[in-house]
């Protein structure tokens, strides 16, 4: 296999797996805070969202977060940067499908224990907490195999670990997160309701999103890459009558998260130098 072929494959796994989906990583909080008073907010964009998180130490231990994600679908004519809502079904059999599916919303808030280990030269920091998301699409047979009406309400806990290095111009780490997420799943084909026609079902699922980041900038204002992962089972239960429904064939979530953006930080230790 050449170089080319290579790049080909890899562009190809970009594109599939940033698209909207019926569910959407968060692009969390990871504030490496140090001391009580300590403040930071971000905010971006990603392959398929809009973001913004805050996190404040309410003592020199723990600390409390807050995060959001609106997707571009609520309020634009795309479900993300590389698909149109009205993108057409691919043709050929090898070409892949990059339709988007959902608008996404969701938000979520934590708290967490900081400064664990203070004298070890990385920040440390385990963060707990839970969230909500909607996602909702509405499709005709111009892009499918039929019309209908498609919600997802769903619900997460989670567990996160950060760790990472914080100098006075360049931030830098890593951040894992346990989630544990409950969908309640809602169809409505050809927009009647109709026993055949209208789909309830309650699923559930388990992921690993481990996630690297990075900051760099001045003292207080940084920008931000991040780059992350999402370890899900496949949405996808080898029934026929379940697997034609919008959403629960295939991964039905985002794997491979991007995003860029903006942090502001106040109240930290000003006295840490860079080398």
């Known amino acids: 296999m050449n170089s080319k072929q290579i790049l080909y494959l890899l562009t190809i796994a970009l594109l599939l797996t ?7 990583p968060a692009v969390r909080s990871i504030p ?9 907010a971000e905010g971006g964009i990603s392959t398929n969202s809009v973001y913004a998180n805050v996190s404040a130490a309410i003592t020199n231990d723990i600390a409390v977060s807050a995060n959001g994600n609106l997707s571009y679908r609520n309020f634009s004519d795309r479900y993300d940067l590389f698909t149109h809502k009205d993108a057409e079904e691919p043709t050929g059999l090898l070409e892949p499908d990059l339709r988007g599916k959902f608008s996404h919303r969701y938000i979520e808030a934590g708290i967490g224990k900081i400064n664990i280990h203070p004298s070890f030269p990385m ?20 892009r499918y195999d039929h019309d209908g009406n498609y919600k997802t309400n769903y619900y997460s806990i ?13 931030e830098a780490g890593a951040s894992v997160r346990l989630t544990y997420s409950i969908f309640n799943y809602t169809a409505n084909l050809y927009n009647n309701d109709e026993d055949d026609d209208f789909f309830k079902k309650r699923l559930s699922n388990v992921g690993i999103e481990p996630m690297l980041f ?5 003292n207080n204002l940084k920008a931000v890459l991040r780059i992350g992962i999402n370890l899900m089972p496949p949405i996808s239960y080898g029934d026929e009558k379940i697997s034609r429904y919008h959403g629960l064939s295939g991964l039905g979530y985002t ?15 000003k006295s840490h130098k860079f080398h």
Do not use: P, W
Request: with cysteine; charged share 15%.
């Open 158 to 170: 989670f567990a996160q670990g950060n760790l990472g290095l914080k100098k006075r111009i360049v």
């Open 32 to 40: 490496l805070l140090e001391k009580k008073g300590e403040f930071q």
């Open 214 to 218: 990075g900051r760099v900038g001045g």
């Open 18 to 24: 940033s698209c909207s989906s019926m569910y959407i």
């Open 255 to 269: 794997m491979f998260h991007y995003s860029l953006g903006v942090s502001y930080r106040i109240g930290g230790n």
């Open 123 to 142: 920040k440390l920091e385990l963060f707990g907490g839970a969230g909500m998301g909607i996602a909702t699409d509405v499709v005709s047979n111009s």
